[in-house]
């Protein structure tokens, strides 16, 4: 008895899964023909977007002129088109961050010259006043003030740094009248053993005989419709004939056109 009730218990147990299984066997085999229906009509809709993409092929084709072969070949040219401009802007992008990086370097290395040359600006304007404050200094002929004066050209130019009078160069030959600036000289004679001369100088209808002067004395006279002071200095007696100086006047006489002053 009790093994026929055992034995009935396991095909009661066996007829419930059996029915389990059964059940989801159904279930699946449902599941499985849902599945079959949509990939059905996937491909029929597949098959349907083939069919249209082959009929707007074949009339693009059509209206072209063109077979799929040559519309094949035409996609393929304008993907390699594309793909070649890619490419392009891609390098340009490429050059153009390397010249602006160059273009920073250099800008960088512009900043630092400019820095530099200020430097050098500074010195040189530091070392000029210095050159300047050690020029001679001697009183005129006619003012009481003292006049700075150039004894060489060297130190005419850094008194044209001042920028404050015009000056000219000149070199007088004995019996030569000369035109310098606005006025006009003369060499009379000379004594080089002495350092001594003597100049005329011609300006508005005068002259101004400056007799028995000295080599870097300010030999001064006034000239020009509103009358200002001029001055003539001779560096050098070069000998018995022939002398170097300059004429300096104020910035506000008139500029010859034909002769300018001295560094312009």
């Known amino acids: 008895m009790a093994a026929m009730g055992v034995a009935l218990l396991a095909a009661i147990a066996g007829l419930i899964w ?11 085999q449902t599941e499985l023909n849902d599945a079959r229906q949509q990939n059905a009509a996937l491909a029929a809709e597949l098959r349907e977007t083939d069919a249209r993409l082959r009929v707007t092929t074949d009339e693009l084709g059509k209206s072209l002129g063109l077979t799929q072969k040559q519309l094949d070949e035409r996609a393929q040219e304008i993907i390699a088109r594309e793909e070649a401009d ?11 961050a390397q010249q602006v990086n160059a273009v920073s370097t250099d800008l960088s290395t512009v900043k630092t010259d400019v820095g530099g040359v200020k430097t050098d600006l500074g010195k040189t304007q530091t070392d000029v006043a210095g050159a300047l404050s050690q020029l001679q200094s001697m009183k005129g002929d006619l003012s009481d003030t003292n006049s700075v004066i150039a004894r060489n050209h060297d130190e005419l130019v850094l008194l044209e740094h001042k920028g404050d009078r015009n000056f000219y160069e000149f070199t007088l030959t004995k019996g030569q009248k000369k035109p310098v600036g606005t006025v006009s000289l003369e060499l009379k004679k000379t004594d ?11 300006a508005d209808d005068k ?14 006279f006034y000239s ?25 006047t104020p910035k506000t006489a008139p500029v010859p056109p034909t002769a300018p002053p001295s560094g312009q």
């Open 18 to 28: 059996c029915a389990v299984l059964g059940s989801r066997l159904s279930t699946q």
């Open 86 to 96: 890619n490419r392009r802007l891609q390098n340009a992008q490429q050059q153009t």
């Open 207 to 220: 002259t101004y005989e400056k007799k028995d002067r000295n080599v870097n004395e300010p030999l001064q």
């Open 224 to 248: 020009g419709k509103d009358p200002t002071l001029f001055e003539n200095v001779v560096n050098t007696i070069n000998n018995k004939n022939q002398i170097t100086g300059y004429l300096s």
């Open 192 to 202: 080089p053993k002495r350092s001594k001369f003597t100049l005329d100088v011609y």
